[in-house]
């Protein structure tokens, strides 16, 4: 079966770098929309990070360009590397699996998700 499998996360200082990777098994990542997304307990999932299956990559406002999205289909493996870490960066991170791309990049119609992988920024 379809597996998304995100690994690198952490505990870090805050103005330090990470890198998250996420593992695919069983669907070509270069065919779908491919996201990270974010979310704390009790809030909704925000989008940090996509790339298109031409490998555009897209990004919300509120990412302030310390996020790079990047995919290897080679290894089939989506990654994220987060620069400037800030306390408010600390979250769940999860990646996703997307058909289609909706106005700003955004990967929607995700039929596959990962477990999540923590990511926790001290001051």
């Known amino acids: 079966q379809v597996q998304l499998q995100e690994s690198g996360g952490g505990s870090v200082q805050a103005g330090g770098s990470l890198g998250l990777s996420c593992a695919i098994s069983?669907?070509?990542?270069?065919?779908?929309?491919m996201g990270w997304f974010r979310q704390v307990p009790g809030k909704e999932r925000d989008w940090v990070a996509a790339i298109h299956t031409g490998g555009t990559t897209s990004y919300p406002g509120s990412i302030e360009g310390r996020f790079i999205i990047s995919r290897d289909n080679a290894k089939n493996t989506l990654y994220l590397q987060i620069d400037s870490l800030k306390s408010e960066d600390t979250s769940m991170y999860y990646c996703a699996a997307g058909r289609r791309i909706e106005g700003g990049g955004l990967c929607s119609a995700v039929g596959y998700w990962g477990q999540g992988t923590q990511v926790t920024v001290s001051s």
């Open positions: 069983n669907l070509p990542a270069s065919m779908y929309c």
